[in-house]
């Protein structure tokens, strides 16, 4: 059975501290892995992953991925009390075109 | 602005009545995607549906109905046989364009309450 497993479930941390977030896999037929935010309602996207070893940026958020040993880690570094939410890991597994979603790491960042 | 529209944002049921949450889409995705999140379990898929006329259970589709009879509207229908509906219910969209994926797009959600 696919499952994506996310680690740690929920993180507390104070501004100007740097997170790490877990993302571990088991899937059939993996094509991409994707990070999202969700901070209210409707997830946005973040990263999408689907090589090996190349770290992807965007400000002071990076990911990359393992395809040997079936994990992604997304970095988040000088945090700020707007990087609280819930960060979601989802593999695309096979042609169908589904998600596979993590349990999602809640992330909460004190001033 | 192209996206897709969820609604209603809030929704209360009684217990033993039917209920339809609405999704549409005009990005001119071919799928479509529903959604449940409950807490501290991620997203769960009920249905999903890869081009019009035709759509697929997911991993907790019992209780739950679709139909996609326009490319652009995916409503999913709440049925009394599903016993415990109380979440939120996200509705996502997606398309390939030439071996390049851009993976979803998400509505903003229906919270939906049994009362």
């Known amino acids: 059975e696919d499952k994506v497993v996310q680690s740690p479930l929920s993180l507390v941390v104070h501004e100007g501290d740097t997170v790490t977030l877990n993302c571990s896999y088991e899937v059939t037929n993996f094509r991409s892995l994707l990070w999202y935010k969700q901070e209210k309602k409707a997830p946005t996207f973040l990263f999408m992953l689907t090589s090996s070893g190349i770290e992807k940026k965007s400000g002071r958020l990076s990911s990359i991925l393992d395809k040997k040993e079936l994990f992604s880690i997304l970095n988040i570094t000088a945090t700020q009390t707007g990087d609280s939410a819930i960060y979601l890991c989802?593999?695309?597994?096979?042609?169908?075109?589904?998600?596979?979603f993590g349990q999602g790491t809640t992330l909460q960042v004190k001033p | 602005d192209g996206g897709i529209t969820q609604s209603p944002k809030y929704l209360f049921r009684k217990e033993g009545q039917n209920v339809t949450l609405s999704c549409e889409q005009n990005?001119?995705?071919?799928?479509m995607y529903w959604y449940r999140q409950d807490p501290g379990q991620g997203l769960r898929l009920i249905y999903y549906?890869?081009?019009?006329?035709?759509?697929q259970k997911g991993d907790i589709a019992e209780g739950y109905s679709v139909s996609r009879e326009k490319k652009e509207s995916f409503p999913l229908t709440v049925t009394s046989a599903q016993k415990n509906p109380t979440a939120f219910y996200l509705c996502?969209?997606?398309?390939?364009?030439?071996?390049?994926?851009?993976?979803?797009?998400f509505g903003s959600g229906t919270r939906l309450t049994v009362v």
């Open positions: 990005l001119n995705h071919d799928a």
């Open positions: 989802a593999v695309d597994s096979g042609n169908t075109g589904k998600l596979i």
């Open positions: 549906s890869q081009i019009v006329n035709d759509f």
């Open positions: 996502a969209s997606s398309n390939r364009d030439r071996g390049r994926d851009y993976g979803y797009t």
